[in-house]
């Protein structure tokens, strides 16, 4: 899995194992799937369009970022930066896991930020 990803990213030749603990994404995709359990939860409660909306489109790129083997978290980013559609829709009972996930792709996005720097 994420084979593409790891040999374009690991630019540090790291192993695959410690690639992913550097940049936390075996926290990431843990903290994903929660979302998506929270989010399925929340929208069966309240039978909420925006929330069921808001979850069809996470699920479908979560499983493509896994699926294509794309390092892509900008959508997740996104949405998951604070006041935006994660802490919107989900409030204070998923703040602290919108919380991390924000830290981990904002992690990965300066870092992303900075190599497109570097090859200009």
Known sequence: MFKRLFQKRNSDNLSKVDYWKKWELFELFDDL?????????????????EILKFNSDFIEELYEIEGDNVADFMRIW???????????????????????????????????????????
């Open 33 to 49: 799937h929660k979302a998506e359990r929270l989010l399925t939860d929340l929208g069966n409660d309240k039978n909420d369009e």
């Open 78 to 120: 996104e949405w998951f930066t604070p006041t935006k559609e994660w802490d919107t829709l989900v409030g204070q009972r998923g703040k602290q896991l919108g919380n991390n996930i924000f830290r981990i792709t904002d992690k990965w996005k300066r870092n992303q930020d900075f190599l497109k720097g570097t090859r200009n």
